[in-house]
């Protein structure tokens, strides 16, 4: 299979603001208020949520905004397979994925967490982690389970049918790409319907789109999977 360059240069940066906040209101809001105060209580928040009910999205988010203000995450996905050591600049600790960390992932989201609530200077930093469960149904160590799970916990919900065609057609008016209901309708029928995976089609729609010099269509999409 041919791999495509994605323009990832035209995807816009994942924020709290760009996030679709229907029927996620609360976790959002509590995000919001907690990435915008230095004096933030040092209580851990959990996500948790099916495949494209945007955990990473907010983690990021989170992440972004934390950014701009000068301030340094430690961050750990299941894509890092040899996490660092904690590191006392850190004001915030993201964990994301979390049921899919190995057993050094997870000895070290467990240190993280632990110097993090009780740092060896300074004032308790604020964790904020995400997996597809509850932490009760974690597959994890049970001193970092247990950890994950005694603070703030929000529960994720995918979008409703009108709300993910409303993010995926502002996505692509973002990107400078025009979608048309014919389009938008084959992608959901004919590709999985959960947003992560509907922006990433799209994404790659767009590279495959200037690459050929044609516009987004029907055939396009076909011609793309033949390529591939």
């Known amino acids: 299979m041919k791999q495509m360059a994605l323009d990832i240069g035209l995807a816009p940066v994942p924020s709290l603001d760009n996030f679709v ?5 609360d976790a959002v809001e509590h995000l919001r208020l907690w990435a915008a105060n230095p004096n933030r209580s040092p ?3 959990y996500l948790w949520g099916e495949s494209g009910s945007g955990k990473t999205h907010l983690l990021s988010a989170v992440r972004e905004a934390l950014a701009e203000s000068g301030g ?9 397979l040899h996490p660092p050591e904690f590191d006392e600049n850190w004001e915030a600790v993201v964990l994301d994925d979390c049921h899919l ?6 000895a070290a989201a467990f240190n993280w967490f632990v110097n993090a609530q009780s740092p060896a200077s300074g004032q308790a930093r604020w964790v904020l982690a995400a997996a597809d469960r509850p932490p009760a149904d974690l597959q994890l160590r049970e001193d970092l389970r247990t950890r994950l799970g005694w603070g703030h916990v929000f529960q994720l919900h995918l979008l409703a049918e009108s709300e993910r065609r409303a993010v995926l057609r502002r996505v692509a008016d973002d990107r ?9 309708d084959y992608m959901l ?9 509907l922006t990433s089609l799209l994404e790659q729609l767009d590279a495959y789109a200037l690459r050929t010099q044609r516009a987004i269509t029907i055939p396009l999409i076909k011609s793309m999977l033949e390529e591939e």
């Open 72 to 80: 340094k995450v430690g961050w750990l996905d299941a894509g890092k």
């Open 176 to 184: 400078g790409v025009f979608l048309s209901d014919e389009v938008m």
């Open 21 to 25: 906040e229907a029927g996620n209101l």
């Open 189 to 197: 029928k004919r590709f999985s319907r959960d947003l992560s995976s």
């Open 43 to 45: 209580v851990p928040t």
């Open 101 to 106: 960390y190995t057993a050094e992932q997870q």
